[in-house]
């Protein structure tokens, strides 16, 4: 069971950049899906998820209107597009996958979650 996190890199604020999250050795058809980061010296923070029962998703205020998350389970994917990004967006992300569906009540939750991937290092500069 993996994740694979990727789509990271370097860019101005006002940018965008598109993560992807790939799931190999499970079905993610099954799996409720979310996006967290860490920024250096602070605790991770969750920023969004989608649910695998109804395909809704959920995001944190502090992304709202920015990011979009997107599953394709065809692909074994979730993606998180990032727009207008702003400095203080730059962190580590990492996705992870909750073998339940997920909704707004869990998974904002860290303990909820199964399976980690490794991180994908996003940086914003000014």
């Known amino acids: 069971v993996q994740l694979q996190a990727s789509g990271g890199g370097l860019v101005q604020a006002g940018g965008s950049l598109r993560l992807a999250c790939v799931a190999s050795?499970?079905?993610?058809?099954?799996?409720?899906i979310g996006w967290f980061r860490q920024a250096p010296g602070k605790e991770r923070e969750w920023i969004s998820c989608?649910?695998?029962?109804?395909?809704?998703?959920y995001y944190a205020d502090s992304v709202k209107g920015r990011f979009t998350i997107a599953r394709d389970n065809v692909k074994s994917s979730v993606y998180l597009q990032m727009n207008s990004l702003k400095p203080e967006d730059t962190a580590v992300y990492y996705c992870a996958a909750d073998k339940g569906p997920l909704d707004g009540s869990d998974c904002w939750d860290p303990d909820e979650y199964d399976y980690w991937g490794q991180g994908t290092l996003v940086t914003v500069s000014s």
């Open positions: 050795g499970f079905t993610m058809t099954y799996f409720g």
């Open positions: 989608i649910s695998s029962r109804d395909g809704r998703s």
